[in-house]
Structures are given as structure tokens and as C-alpha cells.
């Protein structure tokens, strides 16, 4: 087989030339008549059928006799393909720059990407200098730095700690608000002639007292005084808020009353002295009096009675108590009040050397009486003869 462009021969079935490289246009087959006939049934395959395998031929054992030998084909080598251009132009190399010992390259922090694209500084060394001297001065100047960003760093932790200690110690210190701050801050306001400002103090001490403070009509008043003596028109209005809160809610006390009528006075608003004045009378009008009620007989239970009246007795003596018909008697010597779970008087009770206190009530149904209270002494436990 040979090559249509050089001529030369190549081997069979290959699809490039290995001489010159171009494309073998092989010949092509012709097409085999289909295996199957027209009642499509698979055709008997006859011996010279190209779709029959060919049958391997048999091994024969080489012969013994060198001479009658077929002769040995070598292998045929193929050339080397040219090698593969790269069509990107070639770059040339730049070799790192070596510094010998006289010279040495500046050793400091890391340069940024413009600085490395600069040339390399080198610092050459002057007439008797060595560069152990450099090296030393080198580490100087680094541990100078190293120092200086010390200080610097304990300068500023140190102010810090001062800012902070100066701000807990405000805190520490700074009187919590109270009605009283207020009051006293409106009095400074005042004293420097800032009337505004006085006003509006005033007005938050009397917000923080109703919502903070156990309220105080007294200190209500003494706020809206303070708002009268600012002397502003809004320090009156606000004033005239506070007494008509406090008459809203005491209207049984009449300074409120008698504070806004004097401010309404004072501000010549004759329909809010006039409805004040009408809310005065109506609040704290004066009732008429409530006969006293008719006594009506007594119906409950009479109280008992002892057999001997409380007092101090010389010997032992025995003690009963008489009720009226019905009734139950109930004692206790304890102090306490006497009730139906007490005790139940149920005959004569003998009392002997000691102080005894009898708190006695009769009980009849859900009716009981007064209570008899009496106390005995007994001073000698054998009977005078």
C-alpha cells in the first residue's frame, strides 16, 4: 500500500502517511448483499460469504533446519512527530538577583505588590563598617520600634482605664431622681432666671411623683406653688392642672379648692373661678345632721350570772353561774373570747389558791349575750375557820 501524496510505502490499513504526515483515503468496501431474502428468512451462507469468519490456520512448529527457515521480517519504525508549538511567545526568565556578602537586602515587614515589583533595594557598606555593624543596627532600630509600640500600647490602656473608672465613679455618685432632685433643680433654674426651664422641672417632679412616689396632696401643692411663683403663662396653666387633678381626686380636701380659686383670682378668668366655686360648695357642702335612732328593747340574751361577785377571797370557794332557760354557758380563763367552741359550763367550779379570770357567755340558738369578765383571788387553799 502506498501513500498518494509521497509515493512511498506504508503499511497496510494506516490512516495517516508516517513520511509526510497526510491522510490515506482508503478504498471503499462494497456493499454486501443483506443475509436475509425476500420472504425474509437468513440466507444459507456459502463458503465464499464475506460474513463468514475464516477459520484460524493451523500452528506449524518451526523448522529445525535454519536453511529452510522462512526469513525474519524486521518491525519498521516509524519517525518521531515533530514536536507541539506552544503559539504563546515565549517570556523571558528572570534569574533572582544574588546578593554576596559585601551587600544585604533591607529586612522589614513584608512589602505590598507594587513595592515587589520594584527593583530590590540594596544597601552597600561604607569603609571599615562590617555586616555584623549592620545587622546590629538592624536589630537596634527593630527593638526601638518594638519599645515605642509598647509605650504606645500602655499609654493608651492606661487612658482607658482612667475613661472608665471616671464613668463608674459618675455613676457611683450621681444621686439617683427623685421628686426632691427636681424640685431642686426647678429652684436652680429659677435662681439663674431661666424660667422655661424651671417650669418644665417642676412639671417632671409632678410627673415623677404620681408615677413613682407615694402620692402626697401636700407635695402636689408645693409643685404648683412653684409653677405660680415661675410666673410664666404656661407655668399658670400647668398649675391650674395640678388643682384640678387634686380636687378630681380628694374632693373632700378644700386646699386644691382654695389654691385655684386664688389663681384664677389672680388671672381674672372669671368662668374657671366661677365653676371652682361652684365645685367648692358642691364637694364640701355641709350634710345635715342624722337624728339619733330610737332605742328599741332589748330581745337578746340576758348575760349570766355568778354565784359570788368577783374579788379576792381567803379560802377555797365554789363558783356557779345561772342563765336564763334554754341557754348554754361558755367560759375561759385564758383571756380570750368565749364562744361556742369554749368550754361548757356544767356545775359548780371550786377554785382553790391562785388569780383566775372569767371571760362568760350565754348562747341560745344563734343568739348570744354580753359577755361577763370578772377575776378571783384566792389567797390560802384552806377555808378560814
Sequence with gaps: MRCESCGKE???????????????????????PAPYD???????????????????EPERAA????????????????????????????????????LTGEERRFDGPRPSASERAKPPIKTFLFEGETDEDGLREEEEEREEDRSARKRTFAVVLIVALLCVAGVAYLMIR?????????????????????ASSAA????????????????????????????????????????????????????????????????????SDAESLDGMTRLRDKNLATPEPTPA??????????????SKNAGTYAGPIELTFAAEEGAQIHYTLNGATPTAYSPKYTGVIVLESGEYHFRVVAISGNRASEE???????????PVG
Design 200 to 267: 418644665d422641672a417642676y412639671v417632671d417632679a409632678f410627673r415623677y411623683h404620681e408615677g413613682n412616689d407615694a402620692f402626697s396632696v401636700e407635695t402636689a401643692l408645693r409643685i404648683a406653688q412653684g409653677l405660680e411663683t415661675v410666673g410664666t403663662a404656661d407655668a399658670y396653666v400647668n398649675a391650674g392642672k395640678i388643682y384640678n387633678y387634686l380636687t378630681s381626686r380628694f374632693p373632700d380636701r378644700a386646699e386644691p379648692y382654695d389654691r385655684a380659686i386664688a389663681l384664677y383670682s389672680r388671672l
Design 293 to 306: 335612732p330610737t332605742p328599741t328593747p332589748f330581745v337578746g340574751v340576758r348575760a349570766p350570772v355568778p
Design 63 to 98: 523448522p529445525r533446519d535454519a536453511e529452510n527457515a522462512p526469513p525474519r521480517q524486521m518491525p519498521v519504525r516509524l519517525p518521531d512527530p515533530p514536536p507541539r508549538r506552544d503559539p504563546r511567545p515565549e517570556r523571558p526568565r528572570r534569574e533572582p538577583e544574588r
Design 10 to 32: 506504508i503499511v497496510e490499513g494506516a490512516k495517516f502517511c508516517a513520511f509526510c504526515g497526510d491522510t490515506v483515503n482508503l478504498p471503499k468496501k462494497a456493499r454486501q
Design 174 to 194: 450621681r444621686e439617683p431622681p427623685s421628686t426632691e432632685l427636681y424640685l431642686r433643680k426647678a429652684a436652680d433654674f429659677a435662681a439663674r432666671g431661666e
Design 38 to 56: 425476500v420472504t425474509g428468512k437468513p440466507k444459507p451462507r456459502a463458503d465464499s460469504s464475506p460474513y463468514k469468519r475464516p477459520e484460524p
Design 372 to 382: 361577763w369578765v370578772g377575776s378571783y383571788t384566792i389567797t390560802s387553799s384552806e
